[in-house]
């Protein structure tokens, strides 16, 4: 089994937003500085964005909104549980993070006096500021790539090193050939994503789900096993998308003036769009499916969400609408829930940080979906791997270099060995990773209870097991396996927040029908 060897002074798992963004100011500010990333795809399409962005959804501008005022409306969005520094900081450095933007040729419209245009996001003021940019991850990746980042594409990671406590490196995986990578470094920032593939999509296709379908929960594996924190793992999170399709909407159309109606035609959300409560409650009292209709708005704002949906915002939409005979104008768009999956994009999931993006374990930071800052959108990810790099730089700054300890590299390739082989091996990676997550699906999600937590202890034993017998064919395969791994761990901290959370809070995320209240 060959092994490839690699030394930096940054490393970076995950070439998404976070990461290229990381990447970035790291070497604006020491361009002298040996920067990796980690990808587990290409760099130019990895990542939640993959290539445009209709919006940044949090930015305070300055005589509009504050980040005062932004603290309380995630309080509000996210029912009280918020932790307030990290939060307060991406507010506090949006404003200056758009002008920076604008300063890299991305475009944020204005109305007709010169001012942002701003959409009603959250609870409380207009902090949705529109976007036009169709090319913007390949924006990301060029200026990186320009500055002298060296991405290493097809590797994914698997386990942190340490060194006497303090992170010194990580081992990653080429998922094409197999082979591992060992990258020493002085300090990491792990920006790979949440948990898109949590539960099956109602679609049935294990990669047909919402989010980026390669984020399985590495950081938040790794993270675990080199002794930092995770938190919100209870808050299993789902949203209504466009049925078959499984691509978001609602930002999009309801902020713009689209209506959200049940299947009797009552209204259901207008004018704001966290409510998600009220479209989950239509599902389960029989007023579904609920569908959003664009056929009152004038024409000029029917295009203005055609623009965005055609162009920027997934521009597959086109052919699936087309090739339904879908014309905004006459016919509402049908929206199912669809599967659960755990984030602090979107969600309250992910690697405990504070406000400088660090983690539990020195030299070790988290940025982007992987991190537990509330609700953070877009912004947060760019503002912590900006924060991120600025606070490795302060830390290596006269770090020696860190010793990689051979014994958890000769574990690591111990374990690739014994699984790199189909002899007296019958199960298929792709049907074990269909089992996990139905499984998931039947015992972690909305309605939640004790008895449920229990079985699971069951099922995530058995899956262990199960482990032992699945072949592996080559490197894709073996990464697959690695990444129902990664699921199960975390599926087994969601099980133990949820049932430490005793209480029903967020509506669907955490709905408990043995602590209703």
């Not at 409306?73 to 932790?83: E, H, K």
């Not at 300090?187 to 999509?201: C, I, Y």
Request: aromatic share 8%.
């Amino acid at each position: 089994m060959s092994l490839q060897s690699l030394e930096t002074d940054f490393l970076i798992i995950g070439g998404g937003s976070a990461g290229c963004i990381a990447a970035m100011r790291a070497l604006q500010i020491d361009p002298k500085l040996r920067v990796t990333i980690f990808e587990k795809s290409d760099i130019v399409y990895g990542g939640s964005i993959a290539r445009g962005m209709d919006a940044l959804n949090i930015v305070a501008i300055p005589g509009k909104t504050t980040a005062a005022l932004y603290l309380e409306a995630v309080r509000a969005g996210a029912a009280g549980i918020v932790d307030a520094g990290p939060s307060y900081v991406m507010a506090e450095r949006s404003y200056a993070l758009l002008k920076e933007m604008e300063s890299w040729g991305v475009t944020f419209p204005k109305d007709e006096k010169g001012q942002y245009k701003t959409l009603k996001y959250h609870v409380k003021g207009e902090f949705q500021t529109a976007m036009d940019e169709p090319e913007l991850k390949a924006m990301l990746v060029q200026r990186a790539l320009n500055l002298g980042a060296r991405p290493v594409n097809r590797v994914m990671a698997l386990r942190l090193l340490t060194d006497n406590g303090k992170v010194a490196g990580a081992i990653g995986l080429n998922v094409r050939t197999g082979q591992l990578v060992v990258c020493r470094a002085k300090t990491v920032l792990v920006a790979s994503g949440g948990v898109s593939r949590l539960t099956l999509p109602n679609s049935g296709y294990l990669y047909g789900v919402y989010d980026y379908p390669g984020n399985t929960g590495d950081g938040f594996a790794m993270a675990l096993r080199a002794g930092a924190g995770v938190t919100g793992m209870e808050y299993t999170q789902r949203t209504m998308l466009i049925k078959d399709s499984n691509m978001p909407l609602l930002a999009i159309c309801v902020t713009r003036g689209a209506k959200v109606l049940d299947c009797n035609g009552n209204v259901i959300m207008e004018g704001e769009v966290n409510n998600i409560n009220a479209m989950n409650e239509a599902f389960t009292e029989g007023r579904g499916p609920v569908h959003i209709q664009l056929s009152h708005l004038p024409e000029e704002k029917i295009r203005e969400i055609e623009h965005i949906l055609f162009t920027t915002e997934r521009p597959v939409n086109e052919r699936f609408f087309g090739g339904r005979h879908i014309d905004f104008r006459k016919q509402d768009i049908e929206l199912w829930p669809t599967e659960y999956l755990l984030c602090g994009g979107h969600g309250l999931a992910g690697i405990r940080v504070n406000e400088r993006a660090e983690t539990a374990v020195p030299g070790l930071y988290a940025a982007g979906d992987v991190a537990s800052v509330a609700k953070q959108h877009l912004t947060g990810a760019f503002v912590f791997g900006e924060v991120a790099a600025e606070e490795a730089i302060k830390y290596m700054d006269g770090m020696p270099d860190p010793v990689i300890n051979e014994d958890e590299v000769n574990a690591v390739r111990e374990e690739l060995q014994q699984r790199f082989t189909d002899k007296d091996k019958d199960i298929d990676v792709r049907e074990l990773e269909h089992k996990v997550r139905r499984v998931v699906g039947d015992y972690l999600v909305s309605p939640k209870n004790s008895h449920k937590f229990e079985l699971w202890k069951y099922w995530s034993d058995t899956f262990r097991d199960d482990f032992r017998h699945v072949a592996v064919h080559n490197g894709h395969e073996l990464s697959k396996l690695y990444e129902v791994e990664n699921i199960l761990l975390c599926a087994d901290c969601s099980a133990l927040a949820g049932d430490f959370r005793k209480e029903s809070r967020w509506g669907e995320c955490h709905r408990r029908s043995d602590y209703p209240l």
